[in-house]
């Protein structure tokens, strides 16, 4: 019993030595709380918000946005943007010049030179991982969805067959054809000359300044000293593909990262799960304030909210629905804003074959059939069922910003007059009795919405919905299903489920990233809606669409995108644009300096903020 | 009844109760008188379940978990054990009363040596140092005929075979010499042959210790050897009492009747009570009146009442209304 | 003994080919775009041929037996795989976790087995009288209790109001000093390498941290460890030689301390042991909560994520750990118990 | 035997935990009955699955209209209510089966010994060597939400304790004579083993189920905990909890904000599994031989 005593008072002293009293604890370091570590630090693989975090502090791109702007740029590590006015864009638009700055180090010391931007772009274009980035400056300079369509078009090898496991050539007669093809296509296409750096585009591409924007991960500028010593490519046409479609732990880059940034990579615990940046006090630009900047993953929000509450964090991540939670809580500070992601319900004009979530199959009251959403009543149904207003106000609490297409805000192409379909029962009512020529409101039917697990936005939408149909019908039956995220990868994949809600976050700010998603034939999300959508989207969608992305005059390109922004709300192609949803940003009241910009991956500026008391 | 001086132990009226689980009192032991002289060996005979080992426990007061003892006296020199602090009759356990258990392989703690359980009780009662205690022990397991004494000392009862446990556990019991030993059934659990030997070892060491012995045991075969006098118990009651040759002569219960009718003779295996109908009655059910009266050859409506306490000659009593093969021949005695 | 130790240790390959065979199986239920889920963490990677791509390089659409192969060749040749949740390679990935737990099941079943102990002897002792059923009671609640909720209030109480236990295995500070050069580390558990550095700060922050799953533990565990104290300490005193010991006139003191609780502990040690090896792959719950580092969060992460590598991996750690383990407690068995023998 | 039999199950209901333990569940059952009337589910949807009643997400505290609060749009009665049901569901369901199962392997392994025993053994070894909980989370990762799912994961991974139990208690009973006498009178196996080793071993079985019982509804929380239990909104109480789990530290300033949303679910599931362990506690009381005291 006195053994007991003497343990507890013991551990008592104890813990309450070890309690902090500092008013704001480590005023030089910012502890930011999120939800997830970084895939991997190779910016050629990185493809996920948490590793572009932390690639943006390292790395530098050659142009940044403008402050909040979406469309304007300033100069980078590039010593100015180039415009069609300063001549640096030319040969109709398919010829892009940045000129270099001079004296800019890396943090090992190296010396920023024009070869090491070239190589950064060879080398992540040559990589090209699977699910990977790089598809994007692909797209965009050569005009092919991944390097392996790229290199089969131009010497009709290809690469998955020409390559062992290893990535060795399975027969040799392969490499003098990809040595020329890295010599006739890839290198003419990225040069330098001095010390400008010179793109040739195929043709020209609306978007391909935003896709070189800071924060694009796959368009930062590696030391190319540095990396070949690490074991990444060595720059030389023969062998490219050796460093071709790697795993991401194979990467030399995959936990190492040596860049130009305001920050330097100090570590990567990943048993910790935490990655520390310290302030590079050699940086080129404007220096950050804070001098450590910890990003720590804590999954557990309690377990954020309290560490926050304590004075342990700065900042962190807080999920929407938490928000009652931090509105009220001394010591805080909460920030709105919305970053460039939406979410909209996606209807399959045709279920894949071997779907188990259609019921009965048919349109008997206890199912669907597979074409159940390619009638174009039923569509438009949907969309006036939801009752919009009330999911907003009561449901989501204000915290998401409606969208009237597809296109977020303030995106090329957007308009607050975009026509869209207001809540009206009787509307969706009338739709219902139409379609399938007044069969289903005669036999009713059963259908399933789908949401990945997790998110409940989207669940309460779909219980909204469901709510709002099976009011007009008695014999309208909806099921809202939740699937975790691998089971709902493979119903995607199949396309078995009818209708579900996800999201698309802009990889780039422009509208080709979301009209191309969701309205053409070969969309990533749209070409899984059947072929009766494909169909339909060749002949009314698919030229538009392409049409947009090759222009280079803005005010051509917007009437572009509203012609088919109308026509998908004509048809209701679009399936069912819901909102974007609005992010709350919590921190300590002494974070000074916080600004949002909404393609910024992660939430901080870590080189802008410092702590101060107010 | 008159106390006589070399009477060294005497018990009056003992009241032994259990609790059942419905918090009923079962009086297991009623109303238990007898005594014992300076070295005499008394037998507690009587079939399992009657109360004979509650009985030699309580007069340690080693009753546990929920037997109470609710009335009686236990005179150990005139000094009645039952009122003595507990701190006075642990002095005695061990030291002038000492025990002999049924089962040696159960009675030994497992996980010390025989040598560590031997002199513990030394150590405890005598002032002796740990290694006098030792060679005291092991002289003793030498005299209880145990081989290699100084060996066994540091084994551990589980390497013993059944005999030279219970030669063990006769060592440990005798170590600090006591003037009684209470032997429960001390034999029960050998083969035949070691129980022989067991008991001539018993008898050698009371001649040579001159102590006292309540023998408890069930086999007749093993009174008509050892015991000097004899103590017939059935349900919680002494029934019959006597020097052996008055009990095995002329025995006036029943139920002594009735055991020794089944007695075996030493060269069979152990006997069993099989002549005698029904079993001994559950304690929370003893029959009213004389509690044998329902296996009883000699049952009449009489019986149905409490029988008294018959003295028949010498110094043996019975309990019964119709004493076998006797004229009534004393007093009722009250 | 030697030959009942090969026999046993023989039959670890076995098992751990069992279950080798059983995660595998269970994971081939699921088809390959479940699988390269694991990959794929976001829409946008949905793009064209993406997931087949993947599924390609990953070797998702071979048949069983050649992905079973694979697995197994690269394992005779010591490499467990890449776990794509601890973004390391499996072996690392689990040798660097499991100081933390092994940490974390050492501190918790010291309290769980004593007080368990101390308490059922207690409880035992007063058999049936007011403690014993008050303790009995608060035990049974106690393991009543789901050590997730537990954690909470603990949580919630021990920081949220009073500020003592944060959550995580080591502040950044103290973190730091750990990486630094001049900290050698002897056994990977931050508590007592800290000590044998004498960094006595270090050591506060991280037993601070521990404090809180460590009392979550004890409370939901010791209840088990308590009713078998109990039951054996009152089985023992019911025991013959109890009565042996009693009637050599031993103290009582003496009789419950030597000759009872000795015998009494033979089944608590047993159980101890198998505690502590249950504590190792069971603070899963806890460690989640607590934001602590740990081979149990990071396999339930794992399995979550259905990381192929990570959990076969793990599961075979924890074969090893248990095969091993119980062949300790039974060996610690038969030095504690005279009467055991092994064969 | 019989009278003997009659006391044993007396002693039973009138120990303190047996009598607690008894009544507590006799109230949940009451409650699993009657949960249609003191729940009514909305007429046409499936009772199980908590119906919305606001559209709010944040929690509100009790009223008079939802007496223990609303929780994720739901209402927390009717999940406690109904989730009640569930708990029965999984413990009874898993319990029965693993131990059927359990039984069946551990009395061939123990009642025909040597290889087949052997090979029975090294398997139930080798389940065994999985962590429960790990094992039991990639197993309802794999087969995806829903309470079936659980309950099939929790069975695949928990007959070995049954049937080790089992197996031991046959090796024992076994040896005795009675054995013995029935099979030299003939009796087949499949009769011996059903009729003389089974009842006599069947006490602890029935001991370590009511035992597992409570621990089983505990894993099946942790399980929903972990986000792979139950399906969303399905009524049970680890789902209730696991939705509590993020506003059990509070909001705002207040760390107590949102105590109804762990109290009520929290406190039903305690009890449950109190209730359980309370029966164990009092079923081995009685029947453990070694305890007789």
């Given at each position: 019993m006195k053994n007991l005593a003497l343990i507890v008072l013991v551990f008592f002293l104890i813990t309450v030595a070890g309690v902090a009293f500092a008013e704001i604890p480590n005023p030089d370091t910012y502890v930011m709380l999120t939800i997830a570590e970084p895939d991997t630090l190779d910016p050629h693989q990185a493809y996920d918000v948490a590793s572009g975090e932390v690639i943006q502090f390292v790395y530098d791109n050659l142009i940044a946005y403008d402050g909040q702007s979406l469309t304007d740029f300033v100069p980078w590590l590039a010593m100015e943007v180039p415009s069609l006015e300063n001549e640096l864009i030319m040969n109709e638009a398919t010829t892009y010049i940045f000129p270099l700055r001079e004296g800019v180090k890396f943090h090992n010391g190296n010396e920023l030179t024009p070869e090491d931007v070239v190589y950064s772009f060879h080398r992540g274009i040559l990589a090209?991982?699977?699910?990977?980035?790089?598809w994007m400056l692909i797209e965009a300079i050569f005009g092919y969805y991944s390097l392996e369509d790229f290199v089969f078009d131009k010497t009709g090898i290809s690469l998955n067959e020409a390559l062992d496991p290893e990535s060795q050539l399975i027969n040799e007669e392969y490499r003098q054809p990809l040595i020329d093809f890295y010599q006739d296509y890839i290198q003419p296409a990225i040069q330098a000359d001095g010390w400008d750096i010179v793109f040739h585009l195929s043709r020209p591409f609306g978007p391909f300044m935003s896709i070189l924007a800071r924060n694009s991960s796959w368009a930062v500028i590696l030391d190319k000293d540095t990396s070949v010593e690490m074991g990444c490519w060595d720059g030389e046409a023969d062998g490219w593909w050796e460093h071709y479609n790697l795993r991401k732990e194979d990467s030399p880059l995959y936990d190492q990262a040596v860049g130009t940034g305001p920050f330097r990579l100090i570590e990567w615990d990943r048993v910790q799960q935490r990655v520390t940046l310290e302030r590079n006090d050699d940086f080129w630009g404007e220096k950050p304030w804070i001098s450590t900047a910890i990003l720590w993953e804590i999954e557990e929000w309690g377990t954020r909210r309290a560490m926050l509450e304590a004075g342990d964090a700065d900042q962190i991540h807080t999920p929407q629905q938490y928000y009652e939670q931090v509105t009220d809580m001394p010591g805080i500070s909460v920030e709105l804003g919305d970053f460039v992601l939406v979410d909209s319900m996606q209807f399959l004009w045709e279920v894949g074959p071997g779907s188990p979530y259609l019921g009965s199959g048919q349109l008997d009251g206890n199912g669907i059939p597979p074409d159940f959403f390619s009638d174009i009543h039923v569509r438009r149904a949907f969309n006036y069922a939801l009752d919009y207003d009330t999911l907003v106000e009561h449901a989501l609490g204000n915290l998401v910003t409606r969208i009237p297409s597809v296109l977020p805000v303030g995106f090329l192409g957007w308009s607050e007059d975009q026509p869209r379909y207001e809540f009206d029962m009787e509307k969706a009512a009338e739709e219902f009795q139409m379609a399938w020529d007044g069969e289903l409101w005669e036999n009713g039917f059963t259908v399933s919405l789908f949401y990945n697990i997790g998110n409940e936005r989207r669940q309460t939408t779909c219980e909204m919905l469901q709510e709002n149909i099976e009011s007009i019908n008695p014999k309208f039956r909806v099921e809202v299903i939740g699937l975790q995220w691998p089971t709902f990868l493979d119903a995607y994949r199949n396309e078995h489920m009818p209708a579900f809600i996800i999201g698309w976050q802009a990889d780039y700010a422009d509208p080709h990233n979301f009209i191309s998603t969701y309205l053409h034939s070969a969309g990533t999300f749209s070409a899984h809606w059947g072929e009766p959508f494909r169909e339909f989207a060749r002949e009314n969608l698919d030229h538009l669409v392409e049409q947009a992305v090759m222009e280079t005059d803005p005010s051509i390109r917007e009437s572009l995108y509203r012609e088919v922004q109308d026509i998908a709300y004509e048809t209701a192609a679009f399936g069912l644009p819901l909102f974007q949803p609005r992010y709350i940003f919590t921190m300590r009241d002494w974070v000074q300096g916080w600004t949002f910009h909404s393609m910024r991956p992660g939430e901080v500026n870590l080189d802008q903020v410092w702590k101060e008391e107010n | 009844m008159s106390v006589m001086d070399n009477y060294i132990l005497q018990v009056h009226g003992l009241q032994v109760t259990f609790t059942d689980i419905e918090r009923n009192e079962i009086h297991v032991v009623d109303g238990v008188s007898f005594s014992i002289k300076q070295g005499e060996t008394l037998a507690l005979v009587g079939?399992?379940?009657?109360g004979k080992s509650v009985t030699s426990l309580a007069l340690l007061r080693l009753l546990d978990g929920n037997g109470r003892i609710r009335g009686g006296n236990v005179l150990w020199q005139g000094r009645d054990i039952l009122s003595l602090p507990l701190r006075e009759v642990r002095s005695l356990r061990g030291r002038e009363i000492a025990m002999v258990f049924q089962e040696p392989s159960s009675a030994l703690n497992p996980v010390y040596t025989i040598g560590d359980q031997i002199t513990e009780s030394m150590l405890r009662h005598q002032k002796v140092s740990p290694a006098q205690a030792k060679k005291q022990a092991e002289e003793m397991l030498r005299l209880v005929g145990i081989p290699e004494p100084r060996k066994r000392l540091e084994e551990y009862p589980h390497a013993l075979s059944g005999g030279m446990k219970q030669r063990a556990m006769i060592a440990m019991a005798l170590s600090c010499r006591p003037r009684l030993l209470i032997a429960d059934e001390p034999t029960t659990s050998l083969d035949v042959t070691i129980q022989a030997q067991i008991l001539e070892l018993i008898k050698e060491l009371q001649k040579r210790f001159h102590m006292a012995i309540l023998l408890i045991t069930h086999d007749l075969g093993i009174v008509a050897n050892m015991a000097d006098r004899i103590l017939i118990m059935y349900a919680g009651k002494v029934v019959e009492e006597g020097n052996k040759q008055d009990i095995f002569r002329r025995a006036a219960h029943p139920y002594t009747r009735g055991l020794l009718n089944s007695i075996p003779r030493m060269d069979q295996a152990k006997g069993t009570f099989a002549s005698i109908p029904g079993t001994v009655p559950d304690p929370a059910h003893f029959p009213e009146g004389c509690r044998f009266h329902n296996r009883c050859g000699e049952f009449t409506e009489t019986c149905l009442s409490e029988p008294g306490k018959i003295h028949l000659e010498n110094e043996h009593f019975v309990l019964c209304h119709y004493p076998l093969g006797q004229k009534t021949l004393g007093c009722r005695a009250k | 003994m030697f030959f009942y130790i090969a026999r046993r240790l023989l039959f670890l390959p076995l098992t751990l080919f069992g279950i080798s065979l059983i995660i595998f199986f269970m994971f081939m239920r699921l088809s390959p775009e479940q699988r390269v889920a694991l990959y794929i963490t976001s829409p946008e990677r949905l793009r064209g041929d993406n997931v087949e791509r993947l599924i390609d390089l990953h070797g998702l659409r071979d048949p069983w037996h050649i992905q079973y192969g694979r697995w197994m060749g690269n394992v005779v040749r010591g490499n467990l795989g890449w776990s794509n949740v601890g973004k390391e390679p499996v072996y690392s990935a689990i040798m660097r976790r499991f100081p933390y737990t092994l940490e974390l099941a050492l501190y918790s079943a010291l309290p769980i087995i004593w007080l368990g102990t101390w308490l059922g002897t207690l409880s035992a002792l007063y058999h049936n009288r007011p403690l014993d059923h008050t303790l009995r009671i608060s035990a049974v609640v106690g393991w009543s209790f789901p050590d997730f909720v537990f954690g909470f209030f603990v949580l919630m109480i021990f920081y949220s109001i009073l500020g003592w236990f944060p959550p995580g295995t080591l502040g950044a500070e103290a973190d730091a000093v750990v990486k630094s050069s001049q900290f050698r580390s002897f056994t990977g558990m931050v508590t007592i390498d800290s000590l044998l550095n004498g960094r006595l700060d270090v050591f506060i922050d991280t037993a601070r941290r521990l404090a809180g799953p460590v009392l979550t533990l004890t409370y939901v565990g010791f209840a088990y460890i308590l009713r078998i104290a109990r039951s054996s300490m009152l089985e023992v005193l019911g025991r013959e030689y109890i009565r042996t010991a009693r009637s050599k006139g031993l103290e009582e003191k003496v009789v419950i301390n030597k000759h009872a609780r000795r015998n009494a502990m033979i089944p608590v040690a047993t159980v101890s042991g198998q505690t502590i090896i249950a504590l190792l792959g069971g603070t899963v719950i806890v460690e989640t909560i607590f934001n602590r580092v740990g081979i149990g969060s990071f396999m339930a992460t794992a399995a979550q994520q259905l990381d192929f590598a990570s959990v076969i991996g793990g599961s075979l750690f924890f074969g090893v750990i248990l095969v091993l383990g119980n062949l300790l407690v039974d060996v610690s068995y038969a030095l504690i118990d005279p009467r055991v023998r092994l064969d | 035997m019989t009278s003997e039999r009659r006391q044993l199950i007396r002693r039973l209901f009138l120990s303190t935990s047996g009598f607690l333990g008894f009544s507590l569940l006799a109230f949940f059952c009451i409650v699993a009955l009657c949960a249609p009337w003191l729940a009514p589910p909305p007429a046409g949807r499936d009772p199980y699955l908590m119906p919305v009643v606001e559209w709010s997400p944040n929690p509100q505290p009790p009223s008079s209209e939802y007496i223990f609060g609303v929780a994720g749009k739901r209402n927390i009665y009717y999940g406690v209510i109904w989730g009640t049901r569930s708990a029965f569901r999984v413990g009874i369901t898993v319990t029965v089966i693993s131990t059927m199962f359990g039984l069946l392997v551990g009395a061939v392994g123990g009642y025909f010994g040597k290889i087949v025993d052997e090979v029975l053994m090294r398997i139930t070894d080798i389940f065994l060597a999985i962590p429960f909980l790990v094992a039991a989370v990639v197993m309802a990762t794999i087969l995806g939400p829903g309470l079936d799912n659980v309950i099939r994961a929790l069975i695949f991974f928990s007959w070995m304790f049954p049937a080790r139990l089992i197996r031991g208690n046959i090796l024992q009973i076994k040896e005795e004579q009675y054995i013995t006498a029935a099979r030299s009178v003939g009796v087949n196996h499949v009769g011996i083993i059903v009729r003389h080793v089974l009842p006599n071993s069947i006490f602890p079985v029935l001991i370590q189920a009511s035992m597992r019982m409570g621990s089983l509804v505990i894993t099946a929380a942790a399980l929903s905990f972990l986000g792979i239990g139950a399906r969303e909104n399905y009524a049970d109480w680890g789902g209730l909890l696991n939705y509590a789990r993020n506003w059990m530290l509070g909001g705002g300033g207040e760390v107590l904000r949102y105590w109804y949303m762990v109290v009520f679910p929290g406190a039903a599931m305690v009890l449950f599994v109190l209730a359980w362990n309370l029966v164990g506690d009092a079923l081995r009381d009685v029947f453990d031989p070694r305890l007789k005291v």
């Open positions: 090209d991982p699977a699910a990977g980035p790089m | 079939e399992s379940g009657c | - | -």
